[in-house]
Structures are given as structure tokens and as C-alpha cells.
């Protein structure tokens, strides 16, 4: 594992505790939506397998669970331990919350499977899934390039990507304003309940050394995806991109 691969690590598994809480105090609980966006606009159709990669503490899987219900499998995975260990804990909350309400039987293998791993080298079969999502994790990864076509890979034919990623704002007075909370304000409160002060600092950086729209675009029409398609969200700090695995001739 690369020295850039093990401070990612290290710094997702120093800030797990607070990593929900700060999520939706510094985005205003709009990460909630924008997930739940994410979901509805990948279209899964019923009777699919689904892969969450850099899934954190599961709130996309918890999402899809939350939209598809039993008529999807999903498959979670992450390589922060701290990270899967708080996922867990929800899934399993959700499970009894489910079984509480239904007084119905519901095992984790009805839920989501948890699985250890790098985004560069999943540990799944090739074309496996019908859908592949990461939420907030491509830009922690310096080879993007790499980690598309990895997906690309465990992906069916037709398959779907699904990424969502904070973004900078265009040029404007927004993208001024912004900027100033985001690399000022945010830190600040970050490091306030994470005591982690790198990651904070960390993460300004992080987005604004991401490639605009467009030039994302191209990376994944240049892994061999089609039908690109990208929009951006609250005014452009978050950015959805959906593109397709090409169908089998």
C-alpha cells in the first residue's frame, strides 16, 4: 500500500466517531439528500447486485437499502476499519429497528454485506455488479484513473457508475463566499470536534485539487465508459456523475 493510501487510512480512522455528525453539521443535512439524489437518478432495476466502494459508515448502501428495499443485494466496502466497524453498528440498528417495527426476521445477510477493501484492487469477480457507487471517496484517490477502471472492471456489461463528489463552485460571487467558509470556517469546526486538525485541512485541499466537471468526464470516457452524464448539486459544491458500462455486442 502506497504511504499516500495508509495516511488516507489513518486519517478516516482517526476522525470515524465524528465523521457523521460533522457530514451533516457542515453540509446542513444536505448530504443527506444529495445521496438520496444519487440513488433515484441511477435508476437500479430490481433483482441486482450492488457495490458501495469507500462506503464510510454505509449511508449510501443504508440509502439504496432505504429506496430498493430486498429487491437488490448490496455489497459495501471500505478500507478504514473504524469506518466499517460504525457501518456495521448502523446496519445492525437498522436491522432490529426494521424487525422492531414489522416484528419480522431479518437477518445481515438480508442488509448489506461488509467486505475489506481497496478501491484499486476490489475483491470481487469481474462483471459482477449491475451498479457500482462511491460517494465522497474518488478524490482521496491519487490514481483515479486506476480505480475507475477497477470498477469498470467488477461491472457488468451496461452496467452503471455512480459518483458523488464535492466540487468547486464556478466563478462567481457563490464560489468567493464559499471558498472562504470552506477553507476558513470549515477547518476550524473540524478540527473543533475531530481534533484532527490534518484532515480538516486535509479536505479543502482535497476539492480543490479535483478536476472540474468536465475533465472528470473525460477520465471516465477515457476508462471505456459511455453515456457520461454529470449535474451539479446546491449550486455546484457537490458535483453527480453517471455514466454506463458499454453494453456486450
Not at 153 to 173: D, F, I, Q, R, Y
Amino acid at each position: 500500500m502506497s504511504i499516500e493510501l495508509d495516511f488516507i487510512k489513518d486519517m478516516f480512522d482517526s476522525i470515524a466517531p465524528k465523521y457523521d455528525f460533522l457530514n451533516r453539521f457542515l453540509s446542513a443535512g444536505q448530504d443527506i439528500l444529495w445521496r438520496k439524489e444519487m440513488v433515484s437518478d441511477s435508476q437500479i432495476p430490481n433483482n441486482s447486485s450492488v457495490l458501495d466502494v469507500a462506503c464510510g459508515t454505509c449511508d449510501v448502501s443504508l440509502e439504496i437499502k432505504k429506496q430498493k428495499g430486498n429487491t437488490v443485494k448490496i455489497f459495501a466496502t471500505d478500507f478504514s476499519p473504524n469506518m466499517l466497524a460504525l457501518g456495521k453498528d448502523k446496519i445492525i440498528k437498522k436491522r432490529d429497528g426494521i424487525m422492531k417495527k414489522n416484528e419480522t426476521n431479518i437477518s445481515e445477510k438480508n442488509m448489506i454485506d461488509l467486505v475489506a477493501g481497496n478501491a484499486l484492487f476490489l475483491p470481487f469477480k469481474d462483471a459482477f455488479f449491475d451498479a457500482v457507487f462511491i460517494a465522497f471517496g474518488i478524490r482521496n484517490i491519487m490514481d483515479k484513473q486506476g480505480a475507475i477502471k477497477s470498477f469498470y472492471k467488477v461491472l457488468k456489461n451496461g452496467g452503471t457508475l455512480a459518483v458523488l463528489e464535492l466540487t468547486s463552485p464556478p466563478e462567481g460571487l457563490f464560489r468567493d463566499i464559499y471558498l472562504l467558509y470552506f477553507k476558513r470556517l470549515l477547518p476550524t469546526i473540524g478540527t473543533l470536534f475531530s481534533k484532527n486538525s490534518n484532515a480538516y485541512h486535509y479536505l479543502p485541499n482535497s476539492v480543490l485539487n479535483f478536476p472540474t466537471p468536465e475533465k472528470f468526464a473525460t477520465i471516465l470516457l477515457d476508462s471505456g465508459f459511455e453515456m457520461v452524464n454529470w449535474k451539479r448539486m446546491t449550486l455546484g459544491i457537490v458535483t453527480l456523475f453517471i455514466a454506463k458500462k458499454k453494453p456486450a455486442l
